[in-house]
């Protein structure tokens, strides 16, 4: 079975400061990852994923990710963050070893907010 | 967000009533999901259409009953719904089988679906 967990809620950050929102996640293979973004009222927008190589991921927005296998996690990240970066972030996962489709497992959410 | 499209956005409806919800998707993608977002819960898998077969069904009740008439359009199709049904439903498309461990979900605006 594969899992996802966002130990955080919520996240505050200034604007200008770094912002981290954490994740971590279980399966039995190899793990494919995602981060998703969704402002109000509106959809989940795709920002990056982690598949195989470089264990640090360069998305969208500025945002980037590192890829942890160690410690299973796959935080998202971002140098210098933006009031409009305020949005729910979601990480989702799949299991390489199931052959199950595109099943993806979701996260409960991130709720970050930047703060002048 | 214009890849992939949901209507209605809103839907208020009884108990009793029957209704649908649309999605098309302009990706050319070969895959499709309906997922339920209810506040302060993980994205629930719904059902998959993969090549316009169902290939996931997630124990979902019966008063749900989704249709695939070809690989741009997904419909769910409401009837007999319960006030705990109130939620978002989200669309998504992928390339599916073809594409595999790449394979990324792209997401509709979505539907506020509300009971009485």
């Known amino acids: 079975a594969q899992s996802v967990a966002q130990p955080e809620d919520q996240v505050n950050v200034a604007e200008g400061n770094p912002l981290t929102v954490k994740c971590t996640y279980s399966?039995?293979?190899?793990?494919?990852l995602f981060w998703y973004v969704q402002y109000p009222n509106r959809g989940l927008q795709f920002l990056l994923k982690y598949i195989t190589g470089d264990n640090l991921v360069k998305g969208s927005y500025g945002f980037e990710a590192e890829f942890n296998k160690s410690q299973t996690s796959f935080h998202l990240k971002k140098p210098s963050a933006l009031v409009s970066d305020s949005a729910l972030y979601f990480c989702?996962?799949?299991?390489?070893?199931?052959?199950?489709?595109?099943?993806?497992?979701f996260g409960t959410g991130t709720q970050l907010k930047v703060e002048l | 967000e214009t890849g992939v499209t949901q209507t209605p956005r809103h839907l208020v409806m009884g108990m009793t009533n029957k209704k649908s919800l649309k999605c098309e998707q302009h990706?050319?993608?070969?895959?499709m999901y309906w997922y339920k977002q209810s506040a302060k819960k993980p994205l629930e898998l719904m059902f998959v259409?993969?090549?316009?077969?169902?290939?996931e069904n997630n124990s979902v009740p019966s008063r749900f009953s989704p249709e695939c008439p070809n690989s741009s359009h997904l419909f769910l199709h409401l009837h007999t719904l319960q006030p705990e049904d109130s939620a978002l439903y989200l669309c998504?498309?992928?390339?599916?089988?073809?594409?595999?461990?790449?394979?990324?979900?792209?997401f509709g605006p979505g539907t506020r679906l509300t009971v009485l």
């Open positions: 990706l050319g993608h070969n895959a």
């Open positions: 259409y993969s090549l316009e077969e169902r290939v």
């Open positions: 989702a996962v799949r299991d390489g070893i199931t052959g199950g489709g595109n099943k993806l497992t």
């Open positions: 998504a498309s992928s390339q599916g089988p073809t594409s595999g461990t790449t394979d990324t979900q792209y």
């Open positions: 399966v039995s293979g190899n793990p494919y």
